[in-house]
Structure formats: C-alpha cells, structure tokens
C-alpha cells in the first residue's frame, strides 16, 4: 500500500461544507491528523515555525555531508494502524529495521540487550518519514502561530510577526503541551489540561570523531552517566560512512544545564562520553543542540483533547505516548474526533 494511502482513507470523504482546519505543528501527530482530515475532504492549512517538517524526528546535515537524527531515534510499532503505516513506509523504502547492536553502557562495562521489538528508522534520515507524511499537503513551514482569537464564528491566527494567518473554525495545537497552552486560551479547560502535560529537556550533541570510536555497541542506553543515550549513526541504514554519533544528555542533566551555551554543553557531554567508554575521544566537529521539550515524563492519559463547541483541540506525544507511535496515535485519535464534532453525536 503507498505510504500515505493508510491515513488518505482512514476516514469515508464526505460531502457538503467542511469547516476549515488550521494545524499549528507539522510534527508527526500534526502531519498525520491533517492527512487524516485531509483525506476525509476537510480543507486542512498547517503551520509550523519550524524550517520544514517532522518536529522532534529530525535529520541535520553535517559539513562533510554525512547526517544526524539528533531527536527520534527510532521507533516500534505495537499497534496495528501505526504497524499498517510502518510496513507501508518499509514498503516503499522511506523507513527500514535498524539492525545496530543495543545494549547498555556503564563505566567499564558493556551489555548488550537481549532481542527485543523491532527497531524502524527513517532512511536515508529519521526526518524521510515526516516529509512524505508532508507531501501534498497545504504546509507553511517558517512562521510561529502566536495568537488565536475569536473572529465571528470562526478563529483567527496571528504570527509573532503580527501577521494575519487568516481564519479556520477548527484549531489544532499540535505543539508540546507548554507550547500549546497559549494557543488554548479560547478553551480554557484544554489549557488546563495541557498546564498538566510534562516535558523533560535533552542536550544533544553531534559529534564527528576521526577514528573508529571503541565500542562493540551502535547504540547504547548509558548508566551513571551526564549522558542517558549513544548512537552511532553509520550502522542506521542508508547513511554515510564516517564516525558519528549523536549523544544525549540525560534529563536530570540537561535540566540542570538548560541555559548553558551550547558550546558549553558539548565539550561537558564528550566528557562524559570518554569517561563513559573509558578511552579518549578525539571529535573533528561537535555541535549541541538543546531540546527544552523532548519527552513527555508522563504524558496524559487521554488520547487527544477536543471541544468541538469550540472547535479547538490538541494533540502530541503528551496525549497519548511518549513516542512517535504516541503522537501517531493522537494525531489519527484527534481527526476521529473533530469528524464526530462535524456530524454531531
Ligand atoms: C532527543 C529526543 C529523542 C527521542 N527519541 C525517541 C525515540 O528514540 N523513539 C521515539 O519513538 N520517540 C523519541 N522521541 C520522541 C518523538 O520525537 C516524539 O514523541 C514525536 O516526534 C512528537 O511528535 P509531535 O507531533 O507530538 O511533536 P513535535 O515533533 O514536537 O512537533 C511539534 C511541531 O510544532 C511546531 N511548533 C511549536 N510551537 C509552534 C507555534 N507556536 N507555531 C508554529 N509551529 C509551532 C514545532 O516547530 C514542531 O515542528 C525523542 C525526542 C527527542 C527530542
């Protein structure tokens, strides 16, 4: 099955006029609601600050042309349509099993894990899947959605810039649950819930090294360590050769350094990445980057949050799982509802 076929008819097209639906986020539980309501004939706007879709699960190049998945690793698939849609994407090569060796690292000691869950990454970058969950729709990348307000019977969107985004009776916040509670302000008990959502932060470091870095593990969750993660991108498949590896600072460290530079925070996270290893490490490159909102610690227990009175929702990992299956989830469980909100009980 094409990869987009899976949400394009999740839900029956419908007839007759649709209100508009402006999705503020092209993350995946953005993407995937807009597809979803796309395909069911909603005239879907979404809008993102960011430099191109995907969010969280996010692919950066380097200056010698190799790449990094400085957020989303990888993800599983435990639930039959998010299996549907992973299987569709292998299917057309957007995505494939990582096959890297996992395991744990602690001072001194290796362990590799015993098999577990398939492992999915994006090929050639984590972000490949994003994009084609992008593909067709109506998308602005590269504008924050500041402001939502009442307009008649619809809402209005307003830029940090003071623009006019222009009207939709539908407003989805499809942002980590801190960001979204600004833009639910016309829902006040939405907001309320989100004000109860939980991200913790995470420093990423994107390290290049000249020689082969000493451990028999492509990826590894690190004990009694700065760092919480270590992952070796060359073993994902359809990289670059070449030495890099994506380190990340666990939460109670990157909490406790948020506003630090990053060039503050990459030297400390090498650091810890040699102690860790036991062995010097020399990086040709190392760049941080700061994740304030990264996993959701723990996210709500509900799958999406909706008033259809109002027309205003939100959706995200924070809904339903502190994962890409999670925010997957709350995307398609977000679309079910506005539909329902359209046709009535
Ligand atoms: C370091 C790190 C490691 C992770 N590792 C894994 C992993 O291994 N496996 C896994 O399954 N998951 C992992 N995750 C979690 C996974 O990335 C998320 O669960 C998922 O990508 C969240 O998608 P989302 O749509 O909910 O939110 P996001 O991806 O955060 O999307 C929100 C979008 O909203 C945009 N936005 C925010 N505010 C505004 C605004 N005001 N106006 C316009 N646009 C706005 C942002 O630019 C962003 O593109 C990791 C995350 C991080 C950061």
Redo the contacts with the bound molecule.
């Keep these: 099955m094409p990869a987009s076929r899976v949400l394009d008819d999740l839900l029956p097209r419908r007839g007759g006029p649709l209100p508009r639906v402006a999705v503020?986020?092209?993350?995946?539980?953005?993407l995937t609601l807009a597809r979803v309501l796309a395909g069911a004939g909603f005239p879907v706007r979404v809008?993102?600050?960011?430099r191109g879709p995907?969010?969280?699960?996010s692919t950066r190049r380097d200056a010698d042309g190799g790449t990094f998945d400085?957020?989303?690793?990888?993800?599983?698939a435990r639930d039959p349509l998010f299996v549907a849609q992973v299987e569709a994407w292998v299917a057309q090569g957007l995505a494939a099993p990582w096959q890297g060796r996992i395991g744990t690292l602690e001072p001194g000691a290796v362990t590799p894990s015993a098999k577990e869950s398939v492992r999915y990454v994006g090929v050639p970058g984590m972000n490949s899947v994003a994009k084609v969950l992008a593909d067709g729709l109506d998308l602005r990348s590269g504008?924050?959605?500041?402001r939502v307000s009442r307009d008649g019977k619809a809402w209005r969107l307003t830029s940090d810039s003071g623009e006019d985004l222009g009207l939709a009776e539908v407003v989805v916040a499809?942002?980590?649950a801190p960001?979204a509670v600004p833009?639910l302000a016309g829902a006040p008990a939405l907001a309320d819930q989100a004000k109860g959502a939980r991200l913790s932060p995470?420093w990423?470091v994107m390290a290049r090294f000249e020689a082969p870095v000493a451990l028999a593990l492509d990826g590894a969750f690190v004990k009694d360590s700065p760092l919480s993660w270590v992952a070796r991108e060359a073993s994902k498949p359809g990289r670059a050769s070449g030495e890099r590896w994506v380190l990340?600072g666990s939460p109670e460290y990157s909490a406790a350094h948020l506003e630090e530079t990053p060039e503050e925070v990459a030297p400390k996270l090498l650091e810890a990445f040699a102690q860790a290893l036991g062995t010097g490490v020399r990086a040709v490159e190392a760049v941080a980057h700061r994740?304030r909102?990264?996993?959701p610690s723990p996210p709500l227990d509900t799958r999406a949050l909706y008033d259809a009175e109002a027309g205003l929702g939100a959706c995200?990992?924070w809904c339903a799982g502190?994962?890409?299956?999670?925010?997957f989830l709350?995307g398609v469980a977000l679309a079910r509802r506005v539909v329902e909100g359209v046709r009535g009980p």
């Design positions: 503020i986020g092209a993350g995946v539980s953005g809008l993102d600050k960011g995907g969010g969280r699960l400085h957020g989303a690793q990888y993800f599983t504008v924050r959605v500041e499809a942002v980590p960001q833009l995470c990423a990340h994740w909102f990264s996993m995200g990992d502190p994962r890409v299956e999670g925010a709350s």
